[in-house]
């Protein structure tokens, strides 16, 4: 609706359709410009801050989304992922063979104790943070000390993970080939019912009751236990390279520059991310705003 003049714009919200854009998503993304330099791989939410970390050892924090202040490492790689514990205390951001955390965002640690391998995907399951790579897992319940897990995972090259207090599904591709099984849980058995091919995100609502799946090219996934999945066909339209629960919506982040969202799974709407051509690389929320984050050295923001 902000592209639009406002003529067109007072008369499209006074029919009813409202200031958060014609397809009804959190908006409309607005751009943040100032000193980032470098392309943003992921983003999270903290409790009291957004964490966005990226190429070259990249983090930043900010409060509200918008204001954005850089923050120094000890190292100059690409940072993959990034998670948080409830509490806000404990946070890690993941890269090749090594992690970096921090107990509020400001100052950070790197440590390879008892990691190996190229870490990709991380999540926090209320209890410890759990870390994907080729062929393991890693587990933490403080970043900072780390025990391998490879017993019933030794097939899967991780890419993207996410987990309930109960169940940790992570989603990949099998022995790095890019077929057969893709999907794990928690005591990490394989669940790869009706999955055709390697997972590239994965996403669960807030009681753990329906989880979605994307893969290469934009098919979906779903599950309402994280065990059992329903193929639901190529309906995303192109590669997610995240997909994030914000309380309402699942926010399947792009490759393309596109973002889509669903309350299901199966129905996606699309909302194309701001003025500027960016491929989305990831997603996170609290109550006020929902921010992307990806290539482009940009961020944008919507107020929900």
Known sequence: IGSIDATTKNAIEAAGVGAAGIDGLRGPFS????????????????????????????????????????????????????????????????SDA?????????????????????LQGITHDGTR??????????????????????SGINDLSTKDLASTSSVIVAVGSDGGYGTGRNAKYSSWPTANTNLTQPG????????????VMGGYAGWIHTSTNGTSWTSRGYILGGTPTDIHFDGTYFIASISGGNVKYSTDGINWLSHIAGNDFLKV????????VVVLVGENNKILYATK
């Not at 790579?133 to 780390?146: D, E, H, I, P, Q």
């Not at 590239?200 to 989880?211: I, M």
């Not at 690389?281 to 006020?288: F, L, Q």
């Open 129 to 150: 943070f759990i870390v994907g790579a080729y062929l393991k897992v890693f587990t933490s319940t403080n970043g900072t000390s780390w025990s391998t897990v490879t």
């Open 281 to 288: 690389h990831g997603a996170a929320s609290n109550d006020d």
């Open 31 to 94: 751009m943040m410009r100032g000193n980032i330099s470098n392309n943003i791989n992921r983003v999270v939410w903290t409790g009291s801050l957004f964490v966005g970390v990226g190429d070259t050892s990249t983090l930043l924090t900010s409060p509200d989304g918008i204001v954005w202040t850089f923050r120094a490492t000890t190292d100059n790689r690409q940072l993959r992922g990034v998670a948080s514990n409830s509490a806000g205390n404990q946070i890690v951001a993941t």
């Open 98 to 118: 090594y992690v970096q955390f921090s107990s509020n965002g400001t100052s950070w640690t790197k440590t390879t104790s008892g990691l190996s391998g190229d």
């Open 200 to 211: 590239h995100a994965v996403g669960v609502n807030g009681n753990g009751s329906l989880w």
